[in-house]
Nanobody
Framework: QVRLVESGGGLVQPGGSLRLSCAASINIFTFGVMVGWYRQAPGKQRELVALITSGGSTNYADSVKGRFTISRDNGENTVYLRMNSLKPEDTAVYSC?????????WGQGTQVTVSS
């Protein structure tokens, strides 16, 4: 069983920044591991925000390109999502997702609210 522990959500004003963290209980640098951040706003479907592969390749939703950055800590099995220039439409529950060997694991989710 893989454990994912997220942190870093909260309330921020429009234009502000937050950094989310996802600490994994396995080696995220192992070939084939992919870690992504998803979000789900009330009344909307869950969507992929950003993804990073074991090789370091990244992918972003069009709505966050240029504002969000996904990265990893080389010393720890932690994936970060740096969110800049936040907008009210970024308000959602953000969840960390890890895929390995056809298995999928989810974190508990963290609320991000962008409001003045």
């Amino acid at each position: 069983q893989v454990r994912l522990v997220e942190s870093g959500g909260g309330l921020v004003q429009p234009g502000g920044s937050l950094r989310l963290s996802c600490a994994a209980s396995i080696n995220i640098f192992t070939f084939g591991v992919m870690v992504g951040w998803y979000r789900q706003a009330p009344g909307k479907q869950r969507e992929l925000v950003a993804l990073i592969t074991s090789g370091g390749s990244t992918n972003y939703a069009d709505s966050v390109k240029g504002r969000f950055t996904i990265s990893r800590d080389n010393g720890e099995n932690t994936v970060y999502l740096r969110m800049n220039s936040l907008k009210p439409e970024d308000t959602a529950v953000y969840s960390c997702n890890l895929r390995v060997d056809l298995l999928t694991f989810w974190g508990q989710g963290t609320q991000v609210t962008v409001s003045s």
